[in-house]
């Protein structure tokens, strides 16, 4: 006898949220990005799709990350780099 598992309504409603989620915060870094970013983000995903390769998505998380890093760089009137331990995602 073969048995069929049904998604249950508590799991839509997970994947509900998660989708939810994901949804602002790809609308959160769209509207953080200045319209060079955006620009850049069009092109780059435009010669991926000439190449048939995936398009990029929005990640809030480095997007936040390396904007406060150059801010920092801006105020310190330098070039350098960033420990990635610190707030890496990854």
């Known amino acids: 006898m073969t048995t069929t598992s049904h998604?249950?309504?508590?799991?839509h409603r997970?994947?509900?949220v998660r989708v939810a989620l994901v949804s602002v915060a790809i609308g959160l870094v769209a509207a953080a990005c200045n319209p060079?970013?955006?620009k850049?983000?069009?092109?780059?995903n435009g010669e991926r799709a000439a190449r048939a390769i995936p398009a990029l998505q929005p990640n809030f998380v480095l997007w936040l990350k390396a904007y406060n890093w150059a801010n920092k760089m801006a105020s310190d009137g330098k070039?350098?780099?960033?420990?990635?331990?610190?707030?890496n995602p990854y």
């Open 7 to 11: 998604p249950t309504p508590v799991s």
């Open 14 to 16: 997970r994947r509900a």
């Open 36 to 38: 060079n970013e955006t």
């Open 40 to 44: 850049l983000m069009e092109l780059t």
């Open 79 to 87: 070039l350098s780099h960033s420990n990635l331990d610190d707030g």
